[in-house]
């Protein structure tokens, strides 16, 4: 059985002639925040898309805890562990925010964490019967990093979740993720690198869909072709 909780090799995804994800791998320990990292149209979210099971990879392998999850329904893989946040949330706007968390964990296959006890953690306790649909976009992102939760993922892909925050917020997010990485392994897309410094452990900066560059941040910053590629030949965030 693998060591790693999640280990992704190979990983290619084309639609047509492009190929937007090409030969990606990676792999996470327990309790370790990967950063995800590249100019836009580099193929970050088309990753999580292909792990996460919202497309099928047209090559490559995930693992989880061991076990092939190739290609496995988005729903199942939920379920079995592996789970995410979007750019943009989408939840259930006429329902309130405990009856959307509710819809989660119906559906969840472990529970480890109840509806009060992710309210807290996410700061919607206050707003917990309000409708999802009247939330600021603050909210509305805690929201759908609450319900991922609920579904207790062993490996949690946080899509940009610090994008469109207040700097003041930034703080209390970085606490946040990496208190939610005591009990598990994330993935953090995010183009504000000194948000991402506080978060990750390490980095895979991607561009044109593929690797360039694996290792620390304060490596990455220095190194040239991701400085060309990312930083517009800036060592600056």
Known sequence: MSEHVLE?????????GLRAVDGVSFSLDAGEVLGLVGPNGSGKTTVINTICGLYH?????????????TGMRADRLARSG???????PKPFL???VRENFEVALNHASTVTLGIAEVAELVGLNEVID???GSLNSTHKKMLDLGRALLMSPRVLFVDELAAGLMPS????????????????????????LGFLDRVADRVLVLNA???IFAGSLAS?????????????GSSSS
């Open 8 to 16: 992704v090799t190979g990983l290619s995804q084309a639609f047509g």
């Open 57 to 69: 990879p047209t090559a490559g392998s995930v693992m989880l805890e061991g076990n092939n999850v």
């Open 82 to 88: 592996i789970n995410r946040t979007f750019q943009i």
């Open 94 to 96: 006429d329902l309130t």
């Open 130 to 132: 309000k409708l999802a």
């Open 169 to 192: 917020e930034l703080d209390g997010i970085a606490h946040l993720l990496r208190n939610i990485a005591d009990d598990r392994s994330l993935v953090v897309v995010e183009h504000l």
């Open 209 to 211: 869909g593929k690797e």
């Open 220 to 232: 990455a910053l220095q190194d040239e072709q991701v400085k060309k590629v990312f930083l517009g």
